[in-house]
C-alpha cells in the first residue's frame, strides 16, 4: 500500500506559524512521526508540500499512477479551491482530508471545506494525530 501525503501552503512555516494553533512541531518532525507512524502500519508513505494550487492539482493527478491512495492538508485552499476539489474528484483513489485544528470551531470561513466535500472523508482538529488517523482511514477503505 502506497500513500501520498501533501501538505498545502504555509505548512512548510509550521514550528513558527502560529504555534499556539497549531503546535511547535516542524514540518519535518511532523513528517518523521507520520513515517514512522506509516512504517508501523506497513505503509509505503511519500510525502510533500506545496505553496501553489497548480502544483497540489499536478501532484493529485500523477498520484492516481503510482499510489493507493492520498492524504492531504489543502491548508487554505481547502475553504475556497474548486479547482483542488475538482482534482480529488477526478481521480480514482480514495483521499481523505486531514487538519491540524478543529476547522468546525475556527472562524467562519474556515468552517467549510470545498475540498472535504470531494474527499472520501476528514480528520479534523487532532495535530499531527490527524495525518495518522486519516492514514488508518485510507488503509480501511482500501480494507487493509
Ligand atoms: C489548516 C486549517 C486551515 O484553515 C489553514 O488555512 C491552514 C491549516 C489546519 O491544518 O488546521 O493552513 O489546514
Known amino acids: 500500500m502506497r500513500v501520498l501525503v501533501i501538505h498545502g501552503p504555509n505548512l512548510n512555516l509550521l514550528g513558527e506559524r502560529q504555534p499556539e494553533i ?5 514540518l519535518g518532525e511532523i513528517n518523521e512521526f507520520i513515517r514512522t507512524s506509516a512504517a508501523d502500519l506497513g505503509v509505503d508513505i511519500e510525502c510533500a508540500q506545496y505553496n501553489g494550487e497548480g502544483e497540489i492539482i499536478d501532484a493529485i493527478h500523477a498520484a492516481r499512477e503510482s499510489f493507493d491512495a492520498i492524504v492531504i492538508n489543502p491548508g487554505a485552499y481547502s475553504h475556497y479551491s474548486y479547482a483542488i476539489a ?7 483513489i480514495p483521499v481523505v482530508e486531514a487538519h491540524l485544528s478543529n476547522i468546525a470551531s475556527r472562524e467562519a470561513h474556515r468552517r467549510i471545506s470545498v475540498t472535504a466535500a470531494a474527499c472520501t472523508g476528514s480528520v479534523s482538529g487532532f495535530g499531527a494525530n490527524s495525518y495518522i488517523l486519516a492514514l488508518r482511514a485510507a488503509l480501511k477503505i482500501q480494507g487493509k
Do not use: F
Not at 475538482?86 to 480514482?92: H, L, N, R, T
Open 86 to 92: 475538482d482534482a480529488i474528484a477526478a481521480v480514482p
Open 22 to 26: 497549531y503546535g511547535s512541531q516542524t
